[in-house]
């Protein structure tokens, strides 16, 4: 595939989240991904709900386009000798296993750096390969959790609120992915790889560089506000007549702005409301004066009018409104591949658009073990070792892949 990656070999042992955004990231960027699942299951994902009519995991699919898919067992030393042919010379690897996985395979990165000097070798986990938590395992929620998240998300008074997507998870990926992608320039270079270590927990605190430039600055923990900011208002999420419209007023020009268009003046001299400290010490009562006002009119008759003015606003979208948005769709962040089980799937695309163009694959998540036979033969597997190995429970070779074969 076309992409600024293309030539990058990526082996993916990751499974469930972090590491698939990670993974899919890449492909989409035009490295060449191979997924590897665990028999006879796959990736746990695939058992995530939605599942589909025809057996598909709609949640195993949204996070693993564009990569192949092969089977292996690595509990038996035909699964563990086709891996390390295949690490013998990728570019990257990557795991979320728990630390010393791996190392029990007998392929732990000080094994692998001497058979592939070159080798990236990537490990997402829930808290880093170092620590005193390094050995615990994580998950997005245990993350948002304790990186502070939870503690400042929601209203006052009410329990603690985890995010209602898996931010951590899907940081992590990202993180993983620049990581992957630095180590990459520098192996251009140098021709050596190394490891890139990162976790969930760090995923989370690096979303908290407000909160703690306030608690390092002065030592203020900051409340939680539901939607409103610490820093200015107004600043949040407002009712219209018929639903909930952002109304990001954070200076003093955007501020008049907005009393203007509401037509209310008065707002705008009131010693109560006249700068930003004044606004933030009577943020109540100026959140009551001006949702009176917006609760007037519906949330596309402001948004004509907030628009003409320049003034930063948006309307709070459900899920399949900002799915169909006319942005979204211009920016090509929906997209479609057709999968052999459960036909058309649309996904989300890459957020990242380059002026040299970006990889032009469409090709769906794997079914289980659908690459394996054509990755083994790429491996100079002969149709012989390969029947070997799928007799010995070494690898899976899917029914797409294997036809009558299987």
Known sequence: MAGPLSGMRVIELAHIMSGPVCGMML???????????KTPDGDDSRRFAPVLDCGE????????????????????????????????????????????TMEKFGLGYEELKRINPGLIYCCISGFGRTGPFADKGGFDLIAQGMSG?????????RPPIKAGSPVADINAGIL????????YAEKLRTG???????????????????????????????????????????YQAFRSKDGWINIGAANQANYERLVEVLDMPGLAADPRFRTNPDRMANREALVDLLTGRLQTRTTDEWMV????????????????????????????????????????????????RFSGGKSDGKRPAPMLGEHTRAVLEELGYSGDEVAQLVSDNAVLVGKAAAGAAA
């Open 149 to 157: 998240l939870m503690s400042m998300t929601g209203e006052e008074g």
């Open 192 to 234: 050596l790889g190394q490891v890139v270590d990162t976790s969930l927990f760090e995923a989370g605190l690096q979303q908290m560089y407000w909160p703690a430039a306030n608690y390092f600055g002065n030592g203020t923990i900051l409340p939680k506000m539901g939607s409103a900011n610490s820093t200015s208002t107004p």
């Open 57 to 100: 995991s709609a949640s195993f699919m949204i996070v693993n386009r564009n990569k192949r898919g092969i089977g292996l067992n690595l509990k038996t030393k035909g699964g563990r000798e086709v891996l390390a042919r295949l690490l013998a010379d990728a570019d990257v690897v990557t795991e979320n296993y728990r630390g010393g």
């Open 305 to 352: 009018l907030f628009d003409e003015a320049g003034l930063p606003a948006g309307p709070v979208l459900e899920i399949p409104d900002a799915l169909a948005h006319p942005q979204a769709l211009a920016r090509d962040m929906i997209v479609e591949t057709e999968h052999p089980a459960a036909g058309p799937v649309k996904g989300i695309g890459l957020p990242i």
């Open 176 to 183: 993983a992915a620049l990581g992957i992608a630095a180590a």
């Open 27 to 37: 492909a989409d960027m035009g490295a060449d991904v191979i997924k590897v699942e």
